[in-house]
């Protein structure tokens, strides 16, 4: 459903009437006329003619958001407002869907598999940066800064110490501008964990990486040893990886959960 509604033109699907043709496609499915589906429509409350269902179809009028759903309901409409977009394509045919509904049906009698609504957790407060981690340019972060916000326990990891907003678009496909991602404080990472990083005074969201130094005397110690050049790497390709410079002021701040 996630890749249809990405592709998503509503300009494009207006013009091409495709609510108004999926409409009509389900009601021929299901056997029903106008008359008929309008009298379903108006038994679970809602009060719609066959000749608004008409224009509906033909592209005279578009039905709300609740009316969408009452339709859903009407003709068994399992895929939701997915079915409703031009990118919709079902996994089964006719035939596969009413087996798949006759299972349903006996999974459901069979009362071993009750739903149960989620109990929500108990109200906690966190910590959580005003300012976002960069996912692109790099953005100053303090803790002095930081702010106490109420969360649901249920949504914090366990181990978590602070919040922080993902600023930028680097982190795509994985994390978004805008979300707020859980950190777990700590002064070391390994390659292919994804941290936050404060570099030169600015703080980023990448994934931590090492390779072999350009110059390997820079990253010699006293006793011979040679350590890895550390890069931080964006997961949306467009952006370069950083690589982080000899003598730099660099260290991590956290391990993102």
């Not at 009413?98 to 299972?103: A, F, L, P, S």
């Not at 100053?140 to 949504?155: H, K, L, R, S």
């Not at 707020?180 to 404080?185: C, H, M, P």
């Not at 950083?242 to 991590?252: C, H, K, L, S, W």
Request: hydrophobic share 35%; glycine share 8%.
């Amino acid at each position: 459903m996630s890749s249809i509604l990405k592709k998503y033109n509503s300009a494009r699907e207006k013009e091409e009437n495709v609510i108004g043709r999926r409409i009509a496609e389900a009601r021929k499915l299901k056997g029903v006329s106008c008359p008929e589906l309008s009298r379903v429509l108006m038994e679970q409350g809602s009060k719609i003619s066959s000749q608004v269902i008409n224009k509906w179809e033909n592209a005279y009028a578009v039905p709300t958001g609740y009316q969408l759903i009452a339709l859903c309901h009407a003709l068994d409409i399992e895929d939701g407002l997915s079915f409703f977009t031009k990118g919709y394509k079902p996994d089964l045919n006719a035939e596969g869907m009413k087996k798949v509904q006759e299972y349903r049906d006996v999974l459901v009698a069979s009362g071993m598999f009750p739903f149960e609504e989620r109990k929500m957790g108990r109200i906690i407060q966190m910590p959580v940066s005003p300012i976002r981690a960069s996912a692109g340019t790099g953005n100053y972060i303090d803790e002095a800064d930081f702010e106490m916000i109420d969360v649901n326990e249920d949504d914090v990891p366990l181990g978590a110490d602070f919040g922080i907003y993902v600023g930028g678009d680097s982190m795509e496909s994985i994390y978004h501008d805008g979300q707020l991602v859980w950190v777990q404080k700590c002064s070391e990472i390994l390659p292919g964990q994804v941290g936050i990083f404060l570099y030169d005074g600015d703080s980023y969201i990448k994934m931590y990486s090492e390779r072999i130094p350009d110059n390997p005397e820079e990253y010699t110690s006293s006793d011979g040893v040679m350590h890895m050049q550390p890069v931080l790497v964006s997961f949306n390709k467009n952006y370069p990886d950083r690589i982080i410079r000899p003598g730099a002021d660099f260290r991590v701040f956290g391990r993102v959960l």
